[in-house]
Structures are given as structure tokens and as C-alpha cells.
């Protein structure tokens, strides 16, 4: 079948699936989705419509990012939106279903959003909602909108009409079309993707590969995995572009292993590609031929960084390499590799055809287009954000995220991962850029953001980062083996009590050396999270080296918990909760806590409702 | 949280090793790009790599078995110890982090009595830790098997286990 009778079948099935003369059930069934028990909200649906003797179609789609409501279904009656209820289990979606597909009652108080043209007085569109006000989606355009294991959905939306473009264009010209729309890696360091390119395709040898990397390591972040999960073939496509641009034959994708679902769409993409001529021999009837092939990672974060990653796929253990020679230069057994993030990929065919004007005119000056973000920690509304770069810290974090829940105080957000830092709650007006995050201490990283309130302890933090990179460290460079460990242990020190007014210009110390002397982004990066919190909150540090007090009430050796006699009512909640019988007091009477027999389990401070319970 | 039912890991006992060993004989060529998925493969049949089998792949890729012991070793994913029934994977990503994932993981520890890497002497639990499961907005995360649970706390965390252990 040739791409034209494709892509009108794609568009005739897609038009019959929008004038469906049935229900239609949506549900996201992403891998946050099926955590949140998507599965059996599901199954509950199919049996609810085959009780009321409603026919209806059902489609899986990937997550729509609104992750705090999950697990989601989005109803649609013939020549109605989509209307999307989040927070489901079994029992309220066969409420829901009976009442709006059999009595036509649609159960207002439960519907978030609606999507589609027509409007339902009552409920917000889906644009209107603060979450999604601000956002705008380039990389995520597919997802949660389209079955991600149906390549003609994908088509029916603009899918591989960017490479089709691009295969009508010199590979120069895709390359000064990249370079011009200003697109950035958005793995993290923000290279500039079509210089990457333009050096990978100068590379005189014949044979070339290119790397799709998908290992996704920093804890926190979990945007390729949606996007994977979502859209796969968005990804997939820029790679074929990109292929064709620096002229190569053969590509990887590197994905890790604890990301099952992914690896299974991904398998199912490729496989239709290679049914509908989109890879192999001649594709789209052009002389250009192309071969994927997938690579599961086995676990190890320093992969991410490319000659790891490439060590890896070599099979070998995953250890980086000094850099020059570049991997544009001599990458993968030695030939020249062009190793692109998931994201950056996915932004490559929308740029394609909408033209790299389009693309740069959104974002800043240096920091062109858009870029996702998972939000998550303590944020009401978490979940996977696409918005133009600049926009300011304070917006993604309160408009969009709704802000802290609990009535509890912002402290910090956390950009970047183990190579990123912790931004003070007071530069909320800080644009979110390239430049700004670095100068700002942290880096944008590959779009992890974690909300911190005041329970959240600054030198309890770099310590769990540390914790991470110093068992990560792949151990051949000395400065990041032993300046981590070393860091560590200073820091566990501090934890425990023990650390010496000293240890501050130690760290700051090692914290140089490491930046300096390692060999790759694992070790330089590793110092960030202690710069920046020694930077911005010094005084948690001071407090726990010369006062011995840990404020946030995290570090054990260094608080105790006691109940404030004017709040606490005696309801006993705490007493009932603590499992080993710390807490004393009548009912109704103010309680108190037995100090030597508390393990400062912290669950009186979760569970009292008064905030009757204060870290001393 | 739901408790519908318990799927037992996939993977023991599924193959006998020498039944194994064949199947790789004709999945795999040889090739020392091969090594890795040809330790995922053994892993996903026996749900651990045996010292006899690393030997084996030596021999079938014809590197020296410290290369083939030294990427078993280096990757966390690869395990040299047979498992338990149940793999417990509690998340310790950032998210998770903040959430406080410590004090579940601490709780666990301490209900199962094992330390993070180990197996239950009943055979029944591994205890185990990942650096990020990727559902960070739905933190806390356990694992269990196969099977994700999102926003999870102490008490579901243990009450989850001890539903185990009971059936």
C-alpha cells in the first residue's frame, strides 16, 4: 500500500471513529494509569455496558497528563465532546455510565472536563482548565487523543507528513530547517540539535547510526515514558527524518528495562512500519533505506550519558568514555552516532510541517519552542505538562500545579535530577530557560520537577541524591568513585548529628574537585544538588551542624515530636495510630508523648488533624 | 488500592536449564553485542542467572567469563541470587523521596525482617529497591511482581503483605 492510499484509509477511519453512531469510552492506560487501578475501571465499564444492553466502542489511549486524576475515561456520545471523570473505581464508573449512556443524566458533579467542539453548560472545557490554560503541546500533541498502537490514528493526525517533507528536501536543507527553528537537546544539556546533526552528517564515514535515548534514569522524571507510551510513532518518525538528514541506515533505541509498556508500543510501532513500507527498502517510494532495532537497558543511570550508553549497547559494561572523540566522530563501534532524547525527536516532524518559524515563535530568545515537564512531589495536581520555555517558575507550580496541598508552605522545586538542584520558593519568578536555571544553580535537566513544602528537609535532600550518584558512580573515574562516597559521608554525618562547622567548606571543597576531575556528566553534575542547597539554605545546614536540630522534622537523631497542649483536643486519633503506644492521654484532655519509647515513625504528625503534633 | 489478586512471578521454574541453554543455542548467535539480552533472557526464564549458566554464555560468546561475570555484576538489574515468590520493589525516586517512601521501605524492612537485595527465609518475599519506577505522580510507588500501586501509604503498604503471606 502506497503512503497517499494509506493515509486517506487512515483519515476515513478516523473521520468514522468521530461520527460514531455509539458511545465511545476512552480510558488512559498509560503506566500511571494502570498504577492508579485503570484496569479495573476498565473492566468495570465493558460489564456496565453489557448489563444495560448499550453498544459502545472502547479505546485505549496513553496519558492525557492530568495524572492526579487518574484513573480517567472520557465518555463520548454520538455528536457530544468527550467527557472526562477522573478518580474512578468500579463502583462510581457504572454509577456514571448508567446514569448519563441509559438515563441520559450526565452526573455533573464528577465530570472534570469537556473535549471536542460542541460545550456542556456547566463543565470547563478541557483548554479551559487551569492546569492545561498554559500549556501548549507540540511534543505531546497525540497523546492521550489517539490509540497509541494504531499507526492510522497517528496518520490521520499530520503523522509522517513531516518526513515525507523531509524526503522531498535535500538532507542539508532538513538540517538548516532543525537548525533554524532553534530546537535544543532535551535530554538536559540543551545542545543544539541541528548542529549535532550538521557534524554527524559531515562525519565522512559511510556507515552511520543513530541513537534514540531512551533511558530515562533521573528519579522524578517520567516524561519519555509517557511519550512513549502515548505516541510512540511520533518519536519514531523523528528518528526517520533525522536518519535521512545525516545519512544513515541503522538506529537504536535504548530504552530502559523498567519501562515494559513502552518497549511493548514501541515493538508495535516498528512493526507496522515495516508493514506500511515505513522502514526497510525504498520507503515512501524514495531511495532511502532504514533499520530499527531496540536495545533494553539493564539498569544503570551512567548509561544515560553516551558513551555509556553505547558501551552498553555494545555489550559491555555501561562505562563512559573521555570525550573528544565525539560520538558524531567515532560513536558506536567506532563509526560516527547521532544520540537524540525521545523528546527532541518527537518535536523534529512537527517542525517539519509546521516550518521551524512556527517552532521559534514560541519560547525565548535562546530557549526556542516548548518543553514537558513531569510535575510531581507535594503539588495538588501532578502529572506530565508541555509549556513554552520562559514561562515563569511560579506559573507552572501554582497555576498549572495548583500549588502546595495541605495549606503547607512552598519550600523548594527541584529541577534536573541527581545533576540538577533545588530552586528557593522565593525565585518563583524566575523564567523556566536554559540560562536562567543554570545561573540560577540548577539546570533544566530532562524535565523532572518535584515540589518541596516545609517538610521536606534541604540537607536530607542532597544526601538522597548522593546516596543515588555515589551507588550509580560506574566506579572508573576516581574523583566521582571517591569524591561522592566522601560527600556522602560528611552528609550523613550531618544527619546523624555528628557533622563538624568545618564539613561546610569540605563539601564545597570536594564539591569543586568533583566538578573539575570527573569524567563524564555523572560525576560533574553529582556536586549540584549540594551547591545549590548550600547556596540557598544554608542556615538548615547551621541548624543541624551547630544546633544540632533538624527543623523539617526528617533527620531521626535530631528532633523529637511533642504535642501542643492548646491545639491538641484530645481527640485520640494519634494514640489509636501509634504503633508502639508512645502516646498518653484521657480523652478529651491534651495527650503527650512518651519520648523514650517514640520511634519517631511520624505517624501522630500525619494523622492529627489540629497540627497539635510540632518537630521540636 | 486493589486487591483483586496476587499473580506469582512469571518466571520460576518455566525452563529447565538445559532446555534453556538450547532455546539461546538457536535465539541467539553468539555475538558480544548479544551478551546482555542473552543474560535478560536467562533472567526472565529463571528469574536469576546462575554461576553455571554464566559459564555457558561465556563458552557460547567466547569472551572471557570475567567480561561475562563483570556485566552481570555491574547492571542492577541482574540478579546471582534465586528470588522469592513475591518481589517487592518499593520506588525510591524523588517523588517518591519526598513522599516519604523511606518510612514505608523502613516499615516493610522491618515487618519482613530482610534488608533490601534479600529474599525471606521462608522463600516467600524479595525485598527489593529501583531508582524510579517513571509514575512519580502517583507517589508513593510499590511493586509487587508485575503489578504497579499507585498512592500508597504505610499502612496499605503492610496490609498488602500480610494479605500475602496469609493466602
Not at chain 1, 549540584?528 to 544546633?547: D, S
Not at chain 2, 567480561?67 to 555491574?74: E, H, K, L, P, S
Amino acid at each position: 500500500m502506497d503512503f497517499k492510499t494509506l493515509k486517506s484509509e487512515a483519515e476515513r477511519e478516523w473521520k468514522a471513529l468521530q461520527n460514531l453512531q455509539q458511545p465511545l469510552i476512552q480510558i488512559g492506560l498509560g503506566t500511571c494509569g494502570k498504577a492508579a487501578g485503570a484496569e479495573e475501571v476498565y473492566c468495570a465499564a465493558q460489564k456496565t455496558l453489557q448489563q444495560i444492553g448499550q453498544p459502545g466502542r472502547f479505546m485505549e489511549v496513553g496519558c492525557i497528563g492530568m495524572c492526579y486524576l487518574e484513573p480517567l475515561l472520557a465518555v463520548r456520545k454520538p455528536h457530544g465532546p468527550f467527557v472526562y471523570f477522573g478518580k474512578l473505581d468500579a463502583e462510581k464508573t457504572e454509577k456514571i455510565l448508567v446514569s448519563f449512556l441509559r438515563d441520559d443524566d450526565l452526573l455533573k458533579e464528577w465530570a472534570v472536563c469537556t473535549l471536542g467542539e460542541e460545550t456542556i453548560d456547566g463543565i470547563p472545557r478541557f483548554e479551559e482548565l487551569p492546569m492545561i490554560k498554559p500549556q501548549i503541546r507540540i511534543a505531546l500533541r497525540n497523546c492521550g487523543l489517539i490509540d497509541p498502537e494504531d499507526i492510522k490514528h497517528y496518520i490521520a493526525r499530520g503523522g509522517y507528513e513531516g518526513l515525507r517533507k523531509a524526503l522531498g528536501m535535500h538532507p542539508e536543507e532538513v538540517i538548516r530547517e532543525i537548525k533554524a527553528s532553534g530546537l535544543r537537546g532535551r535530554g538536559g544539556a540543551g545542545f543544539p540539535t541541528g548542529l549535532k546533526w550538521e557534524l554527524a552528517g559531515k562525519a565522512p564515514d559511510p556507515t552511520k547510526y543513530i541513537i534514540c535515548n531512551a533511558d530515562e534514569g533521573d528519579p522524578g522524571a517520567f516524561m519519555d515514558r509517557s511519550l512513549l507510551e502515548g505516541d510512540p510513532h511520533s518519536v519514531l518518525e523523528g528518528m526517520l527524518i533525522g536518519a535521512y538528514a545525516i545519512g544513515c541506515q541503522e538506529g537504536y533505541i535504548y530504552i530502559r528495562a523498567e519501562y515494559p509498556l513502552a518497549i511493548k508500543r514501541l515493538e508495535t510501532a516498528i512493526k507496522q512500519m515495516n508493514q506500511y513500507g515505513l522502514l526497510g527498502q525504498n520507503i515512501l517510494g524514495r531511495p532511502f533505506r532504514f533499520q530499527l532495532r531496540i536495545k533494553e537497558g539493564a539498569g544503570a543511570f551512567v548509561c544515560g550519558e553516551e558513551t555509556a550508553l553505547m558501551a552498553s549497547i555494545e555489550g559491555g559494561r555501561g562505562m563512559p568514555r573521555p570525550r573528544p572523540p565525539f560520538p558524531a566522530i567515532q560513536g558506536l563501534w567506532g563509526k560516527p552516532t547521532n544520540i537524540n532524547n525521545v523528546e527532541t525527536l518527537a518535536n523534529i516532524p512537527a517542525i517539519l510541517t509546521q516550518g521551524a518559524s512556527w517552532f521559534a515563535g514560541f519560547g525565548t530568545e535562546k530557549s526556542k519552542g516548548t518543553k514537558t515537564f513531569s510535575l510531581a512531589g507535594k503539588v495538588k495536581r501532578t502529572g506530565l505538562i508541555e509549556v513554552p520555555l520562559g514561562i515563569r517558575l511560579g506559573e507552572i507550580i501554582n497555576q498549572i500545579g495548583g500549588g502546595v496541598p495541605k495549606g503547607k508552605k512552598l519550600k523548594a522545586v527541584q529541577t534536573g535530577g541527581p545533576s540538577g538542584g533545588c530552586i528557593p520558593f522565593d525565585l518563583l519568578d524566575l523564567p523556566v530557560d536554559y540560562e536562567s536555571l543554570t545561573a540560577a544553580g540548577s539546570i533544566m535537566g530532562s524535565g523532572g520537577l518535584v515540589v518541596m513544602d516545609e517538610d521536606t528537609c534541604m540537607v536530607d535532600i542532597p544526601r538522597y541524591f548522593l546516596t543515588f550518584t555515589s551507588e550509580e558512580s560506574c566506579g572508573k573515574c576516581l574523583p566521582c568513585r571517591l569524591g561522592t562516597r566522601q560527600m556522602l559521608d560528611i552528609l550523613n554525618d550531618i544527619c546523624a548529628g555528628q557533622g563538624y562547622p568545618e564539613d561546610i567548606a569540605l563539601l564545597e571543597n570536594i564539591n569543586e574537585t568533583v566538578q573539575k576531575g570527573a569524567l563524564c556528566g555523572l560525576g560533574q553534575t553529582a556536586p549540584n544538588p549540594v551547591r545549590t542547597t548550600l547556596r540557598y539554605f544554608r542556615p538548615e545546614y547551621e541548624a543541624h551542624i551547630v544546633n544540632k536540630k533538624c527543623p523539617a522534622g526528617i533527620c531521626k537523631p535530631l528532633f523529637h515530636y511533642a504535642i501542643d497542649v492548646e491545639k491538641c483536643n484530645g481527640c485520640g486519633v494519634c494514640a489509636r495510630k501509634c504503633p508502639v503506644r508512645a502516646v498518653r492521654g484521657d480523652k478529651k484532655k491534651p495527650h503527650s508523648i512518651e519520648q523514650d519509647q517514640c520511634t519517631k515513625c511520624a505517624t501522630c504528625y500525619e494523622v492529627c488533624k489540629f497540627q497539635a503534633v510540632l518537630v521540636c | 488500592m486493589h486487591l483483586v489478586h496476587f499473580e506469582q512471578s512469571p518466571l520460576q521454574g518455566r525452563l529447565d536449564p538445559e532446555a534453556l541453554l538450547a532455546e539461546m543455542q538457536v535465539r541467539f548467535e553468539g555475538r558480544a553485542d548479544e551478551l546482555i539480552p542473552m543474560l535478560q533472557c536467562v533472567q526472565k526464564a529463571l528469574g536469576f542467572l546462575p554461576e553455571q549458566i554464566l559459564l555457558e554464555i561465556a563458552r557460547l560468546t567466547r569472551l572471557p567469563a570475567a567480561r561475562v561475570f563483570g556485566t552481570a555484576t555491574f547492571y542492577s538489574q541482574f540478579r546471582l541470587q534465586p528470588v522469592g515468590k513475591y518481589i517487592i520493589r518499593v520506588c525510591r525516586g524523588t517523588a517518591c523521596h519526598v513522599k516519604g517512601s523511606g518510612r514505608i521501605l523502613d516499615d516493610i524492612q522491618g515487618y519482613l525482617q530482610v534488608a533490601p537485595g534479600r529474599t525471606t527465609q521462608d522463600g516467600l518475599f524479595t525485598l527489593e529497591t529501583v531508582a524510579c519506577f517513571g509514575s512519580c505522580a502517583l507517589a508513593p510507588i510499590l511493586v509487587i511482581n508485575e503489578r504497579v500501586y499507585g498512592s500508597t501509604n504505610r499502612s496499605k503498604a503492610l496490609r498488602l503483605l500480610s494479605d500475602m503471606r496469609g493466602g
